[in-house]
């Protein structure tokens, strides 16, 4: 169930720690600081591309920051409903499309992309670990669930993301 009534407030922007690049053609994210590329995790953005409108279930492009977070010290595999933690353990595999093991909700600081954060469109990790590295997703940045751990530990609410094509 969705929570609506959940407060929405800007997170301040953190230019010391470091930024998420998303590149839509590569599927890849890059944990950069300062002009130095740290780390390459593959991705999965969505399968319809990228876009804005509302329903459309496409990843949006432009400049975010993470909003909040959510599953510090979940099991990896943990299912999310409404950012919530369900019990259950997911493996790989299946019809839905499950949220997974942490969530780093975005907010869109361009006029294009301010819906983002209403749309619900989060980098998570997934149950489908075997379509990273192609567009499979409904919106959302997916990453392995290891990795998504690994990126958790490494930011903070406020930190800069670009997704472009």
Not at 146 to 154: G, L, P
Request: overall charge negative.
């Amino acid at each position: 169930m969705i929570n609506h009534s959940e407060k929405h407030v800007h997170a301040p922007l953190l230019p010391e720690s470091p930024q998420l690049l998303v590149r839509i053609s590569r599927q890849t994210m890059e944990v950069v600081h300062g002009r130095q590329v740290m780390t390459t995790y593959p991705v999965s953005t969505s399968k319809f591309g990228p876009g804005f409108e509302p329903g459309s279930f496409k990843t949006p492009l432009g400049r975010f920051i993470v909003s909040k977070k959510f599953g510090r010290d979940a099991p990896a595999g943990t299912v999310f409903k409404a950012r919530c933690p369900t019990g259950e353990i997911a493996g790989e595999g299946g019809e839905e499309d499950l949220i997974l093991t942490r969530i780093l909700w975005l907010e869109g600081l361009d006029p294009k992309n301010a819906n983002t954060r209403d749309r619900y469109i989060y980098i998570h990790g997934t149950n489908h670990e075997s379509q990273i590295g192609s567009p499979a997703s409904c919106g959302c940045v997916r990453m392995r669930n290891e990795d998504i751990i690994a990126i958790f530990d490494q930011i903070a609410e406020g930190t800069q993301v670009e997704i472009f094509e």
